[in-house]
């Protein structure tokens, strides 16, 4: 492992501006927290957020106030990369979820559809055994 010097300065990769036409808005939503992320069509993150990186701690985190500010908070900087039309992904149970929604409209990108992705067992593990009292 090499050691570094002292006056040893590292330069930084800075993060590239790209333009991006066409986006994809994943919302993440549980019970505890909401994530969106902005990425493109190949899949590469441009953007994301969250509700502890908005400065929101606890079971604050999960309200529906919390998902709309992440949304205006992502949806904003996207437009600044250029995203003008995008896909809506949708995922989990939470809160946030129709509120994100309603945000990301309202901002001012076109959203071309919406579609959940919430991955439902099809008869998944099995369930504990019956309570006896």
């Known amino acids: 492992m090499a050691q570094q010097k002292k006056g040893d300065v590292r330069k930084k990769k800075k993060p590239t501006r790209r333009n991006v036409v066409n986006g994809i808005i994943h919302i993440k939503a549980s019970f505890n927290n909401t994530l969106i992320s902005v990425t493109d069509e190949k899949g590469d993150v441009l953007t ?8 929101f ?13 992440i949304a205006e908070d992502v949806v904003g900087r996207a437009m600044e990369m250029g995203v003008k039309n995008v896909a809506v992904l ?3 149970p939470g809160a946030g979820r129709e509120t994100a929604l309603r945000a ?6 076109k ?3 919406i579609k ?5 067992p099809h ?3 099995r369930p504990p055994k019956r309570r006896r009292v």
Request: aromatic share 4%.
């Open 123 to 125: 008869n998944g593990c």
């Open 48 to 55: 994301w957020s969250s509700g502890g990186k908005q400065g």
């Open 111 to 113: 959203v071309l559809h």
């Open 116 to 120: 959940d992705v919430t991955p439902i």
């Open 104 to 109: 990301i409209a309202k901002c001012g990108v």
């Open 90 to 92: 949708v995922s989990g």
């Open 57 to 69: 701690k606890g079971s604050r985190k999960s309200t529906p106030f919390v998902a709309q500010v």
